[in-house]
């Protein structure tokens, strides 16, 4: 497969009327609801719940080894695992997955020590020990072959797990993946190095505001009432996700350098040209590593080009699962 790398404008083609109006209108009523009702707790469990609702998917559970798995499931087909990033679960993807349930099966789990699989503290979360737990889970759940797509720390336990179990992955897609040296420092790895501080720990609204600036190109208005609920949230989660990061660092922060070429499945790394938490030049490594890779890097998006840029995104993966060599 050839490797190009494109530069995606803000656009919608491809995308039916009807599919602009629902997106619309969906955000516009989630917006209603952060902006005027002072409920944050609440209203997230509707979001919640509503995107599942959209997206078509429902909830599970499974008792893997140690670890209780709740995870988010529907539609028939070829299976997509879509793993979240830190910090996320497996709700974050919202309803990004209704693109794809009517045309395969929609798989979306915690990771172990995120949303409610909980972690047990006397155990490793790095990168090697994430990938057994979730080989572990696809096993319990009857999974054979299947579509991998990650985002950040999702993506490099995705693309760990490809390099590591390579004949059962149809398709690898990476969105923002940590895992790789980038030839320019992103400006949340410099800000640690320089401040002494990690943007993903947060237990102020202030600290949470410069996470949102790290996430987005254009970050998007956050009412005081949300920020102060996932401020409380962060603190009552610091010492976890300190705990996590600090497995995951000591673990190996670049691990998949000396593991792209065992990587055989046909690959798509999506970027925002504006991610500041992990530079953009890591799809350089991805294609020099990869045997059959091809990138999009979206112009003015950031770390999370599902949420800035959904119809796009959509699109390019679409057009990449129908582009496969069946």
Excluded at 30 to 42: D, E, G, T
Excluded at 195 to 205: E, K, S
Excluded at 297 to 317: A, D, Q, W
């Amino acid at each position: 497969m050839r490797k190009q790398l494109s530069f995606i404008l803000s656009k919608n083609g491809g995308d039916t009327e009807f599919q602009r109006l629902q997106s619309f209108f969906a955000i516009q009523l989630i917006k209603y609801f952060v902006r005027y009702v002072p409920l944050p707790a609440s209203i997230m469990e509707c979001v919640r719940h509503g995107c599942r609702w959209y997206s078509g998917v429902q909830r599970f559970e499974v008792m893997v080894d140690d670890h209780h798995w709740t995870y988010l499931a529907g539609g028939r087909g070829e299976v997509i695992l879509f793993i979240h990033g830190f910090g996320a679960d497996k709700d974050r993807f919202g309803i990004f997955l209704s693109a794809f349930r009517p045309y395969y099966r929609i798989i979306s789990p915690d990771l172990p020590g995120f949303g409610e699989n909980i972690p047990i503290y006397f155990k490793c979360y790095d990168i090697p020990s994430q990938v057994n737990r979730l080989n572990r889970f696809v096993d319990a759940i009857g999974l054979d072959k299947f579509h991998l797509f990650g985002i950040s720390l999702g993506g490099y336990v995705c693309g760990y797990y490809a390099s590591e179990y390579p004949d059962r992955i149809l398709s690898l897609s990476l969105m923002d993946s940590m895992g790789v040296t980038t030839r320019i420092p992103s400006d949340a790895w410099t800000h640690y190095l320089t401040q002494g501080r990690n943007v993903l720990l947060y237990q102020t609204p202030e600290q949470f505001d410069e996470l949102v600036s790290f996430l987005f190109f254009d970050p998007p208005p956050i009412p005081r009432h949300f920020k102060e609920y996932f401020a409380r949230e962060g603190k009552r989660v610091y010492a976890l996700r300190k705990k996590l990061i600090t497995d995951i660092m000591d673990g190996g922060l670049n691990l998949l350098d000396n593991r792209l070429s065992e990587i055989r499945a046909q690959t798509l790394a999506i970027w925002g040209a504006e991610d500041r938490m992990v530079h953009r030049s890591a799809v350089e490594a991805l294609e020099n590593g990869i045997k059959n890779c091809r990138s999009v890097i979206f112009k003015e998006c950031g770390h999370l080009p599902f949420v800035e840029k959904p119809l796009e995104s959509k699109r390019i993966y679409k057009q990449f699962l129908e582009s496969l060599d069946r």
